[in-house]
């Protein structure tokens, strides 16, 4: 009987257009030795990074991540300075044939 995989658990992070943010958010799984299997970097409000609509969407799949740890890093997320909001889900892995 083949082994259940784990749901990968997903991070939308929404932050200021800050250089600095997407270092920020990914230590966060550093921290808790988890390597990613999935990000997404997006840039909206336009070419001025300094415009203050300017923001940077940051998408985040991690394999084997329980609901608990999920809602740790969430927590986590939140608390770093140019991060506006953060939205998780969970999904379960496509699976290999």
Do not use: Y
């Amino acid at each position: 009987m083949p082994k259940e995989a784990s749901p990968v658990a997903c991070f939308s992070v929404l932050t200021e257009a800050d250089p600095s943010a997407v270092p920020r958010v990914l230590e966060i799984f550093a921290l808790r030795d988890l390597i990613p299997s999935q990000i997404h970097v997006t840039r909206s409000g336009g070419d001025n990074l300094r415009a203050p609509e300017a923001e940077l969407t940051i998408d985040v799949q991690v394999s084997g991540v329980g609901r608990d740890a999920s809602e740790a890093i969430a927590r986590k997320l939140r608390a770093i300075i140019c991060v506006h909001s953060v939205l998780t889900s969970e999904r379960q892995p496509h699976s290999s044939f």
